[in-house]
């Protein structure tokens, strides 16, 4: 067995924890209403930013009585049902099959459309760019269509902190302000330029179709229903310590990040769809910087007994890779707040983990279960 990893909540298996539920309802209050009765079209709901769109979206279907219904785009139902069982079993969720770049229109109004397929997928970003780039804007294009065609009175874009490049060296916290953007004579920069054709697409159908489309540019989060065998780092640090140690810092452990929790990240998401002002683009993420290094030293001094921090490189003289927000837009204008600190983020996050699996012996198993739903 693992390391014991200290734990919050009251977790069970398969779904996210009682306290996370009431942190969802209760941040989220007075939203609601705008949803009664109403259908909502949600694509990505299979992934991380998804699946917690979704938590937020059941636990206030069944809490207020809403009579909503979510109908939720996957290519992989079955999937979708052995990853995130609670959701897929939730009577107001309904399964669209179809990929995202020429799903056949559900028939009906909705009155608001998520769009987060597209995740940044490290593998697909560099072995095929051309479809990275497809399904990013196709997608995109396609999914803008129906909301245009169904009604839609409001639509989020979950695009990415990527589309800002590299962050400039003396940059702590990028603003949205920022108009610097990656280099596109690099293939790899395909995530970040079709997320910025995303954008693009929202802000025509915004201005010449009447579509009120908001974009929320996401950053680092951690929480349930991520992946732990990824490009993550935080996925990847937890998963060392669920086995025992030791966490494992590749490189020379300076590049900086911050994280969201996911429960905070809904609430985010679901105030942006509903309260954000059409047009805008709002960064969505934490302020609190820390070096990957010293992050796996957070998750170390969680674990009972702590295990060995392993740094692959010597730090360099070379300016650190940051990638952190600034989130003035979403405080000032909509009054949002990380509430949930890293260390309780972390925590409930191995709770899950350990939950969901009885056992550390089935951590391999995650990395195929994420992959199948890709």
Known sequence: MGQQVTTAGDVGPGGISAADRAHLLRYTEGLWDALRGQQLFVTGGTGFLGCWVLEAFTAANAQHGLGATAVVLTRDPDGFARHAPPLAADPAIRLHQGDVRSFAFPSGRFAYVIHGAGSPNARLNAEEPLLMVETLVQGTRHTLEFARQAGAKRVLLMSSGAIYGPQPVGVTHQPEEALQAPDTTRPR??????????????????????????????????????????????????????????????????????YLYGADLAVWLWHLLLRGAPGRAYNVGSEHALTITELAHVVAGLCQPAPAVHQANAPTSSPPDVYVPSTHRARTELGLAQRIGLEDAIQRTCAWHRARRGSTDAVARTASVVEANR
């Open 189 to 258: 920069s395909a995530y970040a330029e079709g997320k910025r054709m995303a954008e693009l697409l929202c802000a025509i159908y915004n201005e010449r179709c009447g579509l009120s489309t908001i974009i929320a540019r996401c950053f680092a989060f951690l929480g349930p229903y991520q992946q732990i065998d990824s490009q993550f780092a935080t996925g990847n640090f937890i998963r060392d310590a669920l086995t025992g140690g030791p966490i494992r810092v590749t490189g020379d452990g300076r590049t900086v990040r911050s």
